[in-house]
């Protein structure tokens, strides 16, 4: 074994056809240029490459509160760490699940996840990526929002404080009702934060968590065909499998996610994307590709255009029992003919 950095990257053996070398604890056999990529980075030389960089997950499965909740929450715990790990190519080394069970190590309490997010402070660097998804209840009493866990719960402020050392970039999905002060509470730069609901007044159960979940194994949410689904597609594809949700069953919705990426703590819907989604349509959860294509900024604005269209002609639907027939038409008009054109424009972008 050779030498090795400060950031865990050690030279096995040099050969004229190229260099194997060890980085964080996984053997790679890559080409000499790969690997001085990967050197030079770890002696901060160069800017860590993306396909170079660690991914950790903490999924938190808090208090059921009965049979009928434990199982829907087991389900999706499994269907995420299933989609991380074979789809998304996560080390199951890097992904801690807590939950409600008997064993005290993997138990879903606030001590418990004090002693993952500090272990994770000291071990990730500030190119790496943590997602940090919550599953469960939620509630609000008066001050703060917290996320109900097995013993003491802990509320948005101290969620906020325990990842504020994390020098990582995160993603945290917190997909339990009365969500919402967790956007401004947990937002900062280089942050994706996404709560199920808008105010702290949704109380009632959230179905955004498992169409989230689905969203993120979807080919369908796959907007830009680039064989990867961003934070901001499975945000995208959750919140309109939501409105379907709600609008196949007659019922009015009672829950809106919202998306903060910009640090502001404002967040917004697929809708009323002017400020966030940027940064999210550029985060994923797999592993970047040496050589994978750039990001199209183009492309991007047209899809995230074409979402909003798409969610207005949906909610449109929704108030047709409210308009006259020449209101509703008027409007099916115009955002059909929006809804072609931005159409066009993307065909053409991604046949160029």
Request: proline share 4%.
């Amino acid at each position: 074994m050779g030498p090795s950095s400060p950031l865990g990257v050690a030279v096995k053996r040099i050969r004229p056809e190229g260099i194997t070398c060890h980085v964080q604890g996984a053997t790679c056999n890559a080409q000499r240029v790969t690997c001085l990529v990967l050197l030079l980075a770890a002696l901060g030389l160069v800017p860590k490459p993306a396909w170079a960089q660690a991914r950790y997950a903490l999924i938190v499965s808090g208090a059921t509160g009965g049979p009928e909740y434990a199982a829907q929450y087991s389900g999706w715990c499994r269907d995420l760490t299933r989609i991380l790990i074979e789809n998304d190519g996560f080390d199951p080394a890097a992904l801690t699940v807590l939950s409600e069970t008997a064993d005290p190590a993997t138990a879903a309490t606030a001590a418990n996840i004090r002693r993952v997010l500090d272990r994770l402070d000291r071990m990730m660097t500030r190119d790496d990526l943590l997602l940090v998804v919550l599953i469960g209840h939620g509630t609000f009493d008066g001050l703060d929002a917290k996320f109900n866990l097995v013993g003491p719960d802990l509320d948005a402020s101290e969620w906020a404080a325990l990842l504020r050392p994390i020098p990582g970039r995160l993603v945290v999905v917190n997909t339990t009702a009365a969500s919402f002060p967790f956007l401004e509470r947990l937002a900062a730069r280089r942050r994706i934060v996404i709560t199920a609901t808008d105010s702290v007044a949704q109380r009632f159960d959230t179905v955004f968590p498992g169409y989230f979940v689905s969203a993120l194994a979807d080919d369908g949410a796959d907007l830009d065909k680039n064989a990867r689904i961003s934070i901001w597609e499975a945000f995208a594809a959750a919140s309109a499998a939501v409105r379907r949700h709600y609008q196949q069953r007659g019922q009015l919705s009672t829950e809106r996610a919202l998306l903060d990426d910009n640090g502001d703590g404002v967040g917004a819907d697929v809708v009323d994307q002017r400020e966030d989604g940027s940064y999210a349509s550029r985060t994923y959860l797999d592993e970047a590709r040496p050589g994978a294509a750039a990001t199209d900024e183009v492309l991007l604005r047209l899809l995230h255009r074409k979402a909003v269209i798409t969610a207005e002609v949906e909610d449109l639907r929704i108030r047709k029992a409210f308009l006259s027939p020449g209101d509703y038409a008027r409007e099916f008009e115009r955002l059909m003919i929006e809804l072609a054109g931005v159409s066009h424009d993307i065909r053409a972008r991604v046949g160029s």
